[in-house]
């Protein structure tokens, strides 16, 4: 199975700041990576698939990057709704497996 | 729009069985691989199993295969999961999530349901 990691498992930060998440696969994925946002109670919700494209209704301070093993989600100017956990997930094979998510919270 | 609505969790005893269900509305559900997805209390992701578009071809995690059985009635838009030996660690919030294509291979999912709570305990 491939595994997946986050860095950082939980960050503060303020409105306005940029943040960056950083997800690692153990062997390469391609661009085979979308990244979820998850508020407490709710349901995830899907932000990027393909590594970097937006899903529809998605705001454009969202933005992800990387192939093979290495990937980042980054938000250009954090927002009040913005606070959760993000998750990664690779779907280059089964089983699809998630990284175990990065809580962004406010400083 | 889309819209995934999950039941028939509750409370189980170890050992026994549950049948999940996920009905859905607002697309053509036929046309589209389905997942489950389950989360744990206070705990992050895990990926369950998916089943094709029309049935013919399913995968699940290996840490509930053979006591795991994912399959669909396209005709009632309606999605399960049968779940046998249940233990206290499979004790999660059940998701059903769409794919955006018929096989599910090499695609994500676009859309969740809200879920549906598992309780393992006697």
């Known amino acids: 199975d491939i595994q997946m990691t986050q860095s950082p498992s939980s960050l503060s930060a303020s409105v306005g700041d940029r943040v960056t998440i950083s997800c690692r696969a153990s062997q390469g994925i391609n661009t085979y990576l979308a990244w979820f946002q998850q508020k407490p109670g709710k349901a995830p919700k899907s932000l990027i698939h393909f590594s970097s494209i937006l899903q529809g209704g998605v705001p454009s301070r969202f933005s992800g990057s990387g192939s093979g093993t290495d990937f980042t989600l980054t938000i250009s100017s954090l927002q009040p709704e913005d606070f959760a956990t993000y998750y990664c997930q690779q779907y280059n094979s089964y089983p699809y497996t998630f990284g175990p998510g990065t809580k962004v919270d406010i400083k | 729009q889309v819209q995934l609505v999950e039941s028939g969790g509750g409370v189980v005893q170890p050992g026994r069985s549950l049948r999940l269900s996920c009905a859905a509305s607002g697309f053509t559900f036929s046309s589209f691989a389905m997942h489950w997805v389950r989360q744990a209390p206070g705990k992050g992701l895990e990926w369950v199993a998916v089943?094709?578009?029309?049935?013919?071809?399913?995968y699940y995690a290996d840490s509930m295969k053979g006591r795991l059985t994912i399959s669909r009635d396209n005709s009632n838009n309606t999605l399960y999961l049968q779940m046998n030996s249940l233990t206290t660690e499979d004790a999660a919030v059940y998701h059903c999530?769409?794919?955006?294509?018929?096989?599910?291979?090499?695609?994500?999912?676009?859309?969740w349901g809200q879920g549906t709570l598992v309780t393992v305990s006697s």
């Open positions: 999530a769409k794919a955006p294509s018929a096989s599910g291979n090499y695609q994500s999912f676009d859309y």
């Open positions: 089943i094709s578009h029309d049935g013919t071809k399913t």
